[in-house]
């Protein structure tokens, strides 16, 4: 079998174990919005460096963004990434409430989007924990407006320094089975991807 399609095996897989996670994220979402939301994965891919920007389709559009981390030697990064008003309206569905006109952000319309990312990163950590037999451990989410290419580039930096390709599993909302300029972005550090690929080579 070819480099080639070894690797495309490994990410095959890869996406089928991804997939069960974000499964089990979708149905704690679904209960979190009251069957508002779902999620699906859209793609996970390994991309050069140099084209992970170009590839995931960000620009220079300012995003409201929820990132949190995980904690310890398997590391990674989750970021969720909404437009405006799109965020907007998903704080305001949770809290019950007209959405608001532009300006800034309350504390809890902050509140409500971090919470979310939260319940999110718990739901798909447990899902991986139980895959790869190892404690993957959030850490608390924030919020941020910032340009989402820098935001990924920064998150990016830890794979950098493993090597010159990156994977990256982007997530996809959906309201009533109608796609949302929503994504969740995760980039599992070089060490979460071995465990991950282990777990794999072990489960066949």
Sequence with gaps: ???????????KVLHDLLAAATHEASATMSRWTNGLISLSL?????????????GLELDDQLLI??????????????????DEQNARQLAASLLNRPV???GEWTELEKSALTETG??????????????????LMPTAPYFLQDYGASVI????????MAGDHVLVCRTGFHRHGQELNWRVLFVP???LREAMEKAIRASA
Excluded at 67 to 82: C, D, K, Q, R
């Design 100 to 102: 608001p006109p532009e």
């Design 1 to 11: 079998m070819s480099a080639t399609s070894v690797q495309s095996e490994k990410l």
């Design 153 to 160: 580039q920064q998150a990016l930096l830890p794979q950098a």
């Design 65 to 82: 963004m929820v990132i949190l981390s995980l904690e310890g030697p398997l590391g990674g990064e989750m970021i969720l990434t909404f």
């Design 42 to 54: 859209d793609e996970v891919r390994e991309l050069p460096l140099e084209e992970v920007i170009r």
């Design 189 to 191: 550090h070089h060490a």
């Design 118 to 135: 939260n319940i999110l990163a718990c739901a798909y950590m447990s899902a991986l924990s139980r895959l790869i037999g190892e404690d």
